[in-house]
């Protein structure tokens, strides 16, 4: 899936260390890539959302992480909202979804 990001969104999502400091920075090319892998798992909308944003769980070769992105559609394009390294339960969804395949990060 094909993700747009502002340059405001852009910048929320490359300094999440300040906010959460046990988070990782992440750089838009990471989340895009995260968006469109072709296994990632799409929750259409996601369940935890108010405003019907999609949640995508996907890997990024380039960071070696599993991410999850939050996405607004907006005139048929998708649009970043914001984006994590993915752990808990939806980092086991997805590796369950890999059939166990191992996952680095």
């Not at 070696?64 to 994590?84: K, P, Q, Y």
Request: aromatic share 6%; proline share 5%.
């Amino acid at each position: 899936m094909e993700v747009r990001w502002t340059r405001a969104r852009a910048e929320h999502i490359a300094t999440r260390s300040s906010r959460y400091p046990d988070s990782i920075d992440i750089d838009v090319e990471w989340a895009n890539e995260a968006a469109a892998d072709p296994s990632a798992v799409i929750s259409d909308p996601d369940p935890r959302s108010v405003t019907g944003a999609i949640r995508i769980v996907g890997y990024s070769p380039a960071a070696g992480l599993v991410i999850t992105v939050i996405a607004a559609r907006i005139d048929s394009e998708l649009w970043g909202v914001t984006a994590w390294k993915t752990t808990g339960a939806e980092r086991r969804t997805y590796q369950e979804a890999h059939d166990g395949d191992a996952i680095r990060d």
